[in-house]
């Protein structure tokens, strides 16, 4: 157990934070950069005779299985950093995704190796998927367990920024390639420029980790030989199977809220409401750099006043907020960038997700437990919400914020679950878990 846990911040902390956070924003560009050229990406790596919906699918089906190899990739780096150390897998990761990005870049289309590109288009993105799997779980833990007791929260919610930064660049560099290169030029090869851009970042960040250090919890476990004796992910699924089921619901809040709110919601206004792409792009930018400041205030707020009352009250702010937006903007247009920026920052609460995650289960399993409820969880909920929700749209224009209401209330109720059954654990090799 940490003796300083009510300490502040210090230099070595904040080092740590910083480059946790930075590495995390890169390695989340690597990975959503593609999506921005999903569409020049399927016309150069495919047949030009197929149709253009078969293109379409075939591109977005590499594209989701970077999301499919994340539980694989992620539970095996996770034994690993239970076994061998926190570092090495956080390291490692970083390099499984700047490596492929960086190859994405010099990838020969169809046009020059035939099949063999979207074969080896496939091989990278499942590499990328492996290795953003391993990510967002090995950050939450390397941090949570370096930091004071008491500022855990602050810490894994800077890092849950720093990821939404990595989205919110992805889009700049796109919007910026777009506008330099026009449609010809990125064709020609305008479009490898931001995965080449990506991969020497990642390998830069790559090199700035070097100096990180190994967290003081694994040092205390391997020292007193009290790593997990049996494998970590047969006593996580064995022994905690209520930590996980809270995890995973957790899980669901924070993908689908990013989801739909962030990634799906501009198609939904310019469809519904016949908004303009720029105007609706304008808004989502705000809305993701309030999603940012929203996920630093739930840290904080978990630190202060514990998670129960933090997702009690977020979601509440969720709910309200989701529902004023999804219906005021219809019939008052100018009110969409404020609308948009207060339910961007109501999303926020899921930067509160983490601080619930690192204190669930013991430090000798803590790596896998959390990446396996993590990627799981990730898998089935991101890749379904899209489909749910536009199919619910057949049924009701609104289902974006039916959908939202619904996380708000799941949310809603794992706030008073936590009130009465959460005991408070600390982070150190000690750690308790739920009761």
């Excluded at 197929?50 to 190899?69: C, E, H, K, N, S």
């Excluded at 239970?82 to 499984?96: A, E, N, P, Q, T």
């Excluded at 039916?402 to 009130?419: D, E, F, N, P, R």
């Amino acid at each position: 157990m940490q003796d300083d846990s009510a300490r502040r911040l210090n230099r070595q902390d904040y080092k740590t934070l910083s480059l946790a956070a930075l590495g995390g924003a890169l390695e989340f560009y690597d990975f959503i950069i593609f999506v921005f050229f999903a569409a020049v990406i399927g016309d150069l790596f495919f047949p030009p005779d197929i149709p253009d919906w078969l293109r379409q699918v075939q591109t977005f089906a590499i594209f989701a299985a970077g999301y499919l190899a994340r539980p694989l990739g992620g539970i095996v780096m996770a034994h690993f950093g239970d076994s061998k150390g926190r570092k090495k897998m956080f390291s490692l990761s970083i390099l499984l995704m700047a490596l492929p990005t960086l190859f994405m870049g010099m990838l020969p289309t169809y046009a020059d190796w035939g099949i063999a590109a979207p074969v080896l288009l496939l091989l990278l993105r499942i590499v990328q998927g492996a290795a953003i799997g391993g990510e967002v779980p090995g950050a939450w833990v390397f941090v949570a367990e370096h930091v004071p007791e008491k500022r855990i929260g602050f810490a894994c919610g800077t890092l849950t920024a720093g990821l939404t930064v990595g989205i919110l660049l992805g889009s700049l560099v796109a919007t910026l390639i777009n506008t330099a290169f026009g449609p010809q030029g990125i064709m020609a090869g305008g479009w490898r420029i931001p995965f080449l851009l990506g991969g020497v970042f990642g390998l830069i960040a790559l090199y700035l980790r070097r100096w990180l250090q190994e967290t003081p919890v694994f040092i205390e476990l391997h020292t007193r030989k009290a790593l997990a004796a049996e494998l970590p992910l047969k006593a996580v699924v064995v022994n905690h199977k209520k930590e996980v089921a809270v995890c995973m619901l957790l899980t669901w809040l924070l993908s689908a809220g990013v989801v739909v709110v962030i990634l799906m919601t501009p198609g939904w206004l310019q469809k519904q409401y016949g908004i303009a792409a720029t105007q609706a792009l304008q808004a989502n930018s705000l809305a993701t750099i309030m999603l940012i400041v929203g996920c630093l205030s739930a840290g904080l707020a978990a630190d202060r006043f514990g998670a129960s009352k933090t997702f009690i009250t977020g979601s509440l702010l969720l709910a309200a907020c989701s529902a004023l937006f999804y219906h005021t903007v219809g019939v008052h247009p100018d009110m969409l960038r404020p609308c948009y920026a207060l339910v961007g920052f109501s999303v926020g609460v899921v930067g509160a997700v983490p601080y619930v995650m690192v204190r669930a289960f013991p430090a000798a399993v803590r790596f896998t437990g959390i990446s396996f409820s993590y990627n799981v969880s990730y898998a089935i909920f991101g890749g379904l919400t899209p489909v749910f929700v536009t199919l619910m749209m057949n049924v009701t224009p609104m289902a974006p914020a039916w959908y939202v209401l619904a996380l708000s209330v799941i949310g809603l109720l794992l706030g008073i679950y936590l009130k009465h059954d959460l005991k408070p654990a600390m982070v150190g090799s000690q750690a308790d878990t739920f009761s």
